[in-house]
């Protein structure tokens, strides 16, 4: 069985990160190591109050730990990380913990629909545009992907030639390939996969209903269809499918947005499908 090592934060209650990330991956029958960055609450979008701890300290003592024993992985999935500091979590992990030919995929979550998620992700972006060319993969939403190469962001459709730009920005900024989520076209709204050769438009239906969390399924779905051998085109349109479901069922079950987005239709088709 491969084995995924996912970096990002911890919710206690509501579904985020860490608590999509882990059952998404064991219901793909792949194994899956959490480290988290930071211990929370609840995911931050909705709530009023919170409790939040950084665990960048114990994270890198328990990296050493895993090579003191020889534990190797073969993918690594970083997401959400606490600041700066966190980034020697990532160095020492590249360097230390990967089998080869591992792959590697970052989910640089700083902002969504044209806003920064808090003052504290602006301090990051020199760190991941730097981390870029040493992931195989990056999945920044649309905002994300305006933020990283310096793009100014658009409100409404973009041009085929504008979404262009924004592939070859991240390119020049080191990145291999990746899913920009969430753009808006004259087409309809997409995610747009790209690798060194091609550019792939993933149509998808927008529901009047968004929930936190949707993100993080995405890149976890993506990593799984990859390292179960699909290619970027159609590993992104089974990722974007099933997150699609996972939405549409969270608003069937008239799920309270904070909570964040409900799992079971996804681990379902996971596990029946036997992917």
């Known amino acids: 069985m491969l084995n995924v090592l996912t970096i990002q934060d911890l919710s206690c209650y509501s579904k985020s990160s860490l608590n999509i990330a882990l059952p998404v991956f064991e219901a793909a029958r792949l194994g899956c190591t959490i480290l988290p960055t930071t211990l929370l609450s609840s995911q931050t979008d909705g709530w009023s109050n919170l409790y939040s701890t950084s665990l960048t300290a114990q994270a890198l003592s328990i990296t050493q730990v895993f090579e003191s024993e020889n534990i190797k992985f073969n993918?690594?999935?970083?997401?959400?990380?606490?600041?700066?500091?966190?980034?020697?979590?990532?160095?020492?992990?590249?360097q230390n913990l990967l089998e080869p030919n591992a792959?590697?995929?970052?989910?640089?979550?700083?902002?969504?629909?044209?806003?920064?998620?808090?003052?504290?992700?602006?301090e990051l972006v020199p760190q991941l545009v730097?981390?870029?060319?040493?992931?195989?993969?990056?999945?920044?939403?649309?905002?994300?992907?305006?933020?990283?190469?310096?793009?100014?962001y658009e409100e409404g459709e973009l041009t085929i030639y504008c979404c262009e730009k924004l592939v070859e920005g991240l390119k020049e900024r080191g990145a291999k390939e990746g899913v920009i989520t969430s753009v808006k076209t004259g087409n309809g709204h997409c995610n747009i996969a790209f690798d060194k050769n091609a550019i792939y438009y993933i149509p998808y239906h927008v529901l009047d209903s968004s929930y936190p969390g949707t993100g993080d399924l995405f890149s976890t779905l993506l990593t799984s269809f990859l390292l179960k051998g699909e290619s970027l085109k159609s590993a992104t349109k089974k990722a974007t499918e099933l997150t699609t479901t996972a939405v549409r069922y969270s608003k069937e079950c008239k799920r309270e947005y904070k909570n964040g987005v409900l799992l079971y239709p996804v681990l379902k088709a996971l596990i029946e499908e036997g992917v």
């Open 75 to 94: 993918a690594l999935q970083v997401g959400y990380l606490s600041g700066k500091d966190d980034v020697a979590i990532i160095t020492y992990v590249l």
């Open 130 to 152: 730097k981390l870029l060319q040493h992931f195989d993969l990056i999945t920044p939403n649309y905002t994300e992907a305006c933020i990283l190469t310096e793009t100014p």
């Open 103 to 122: 792959l590697k995929v970052l989910d640089p979550v700083l902002a969504d629909n044209g806003f920064f998620y808090g003052e504290d992700r602006l």
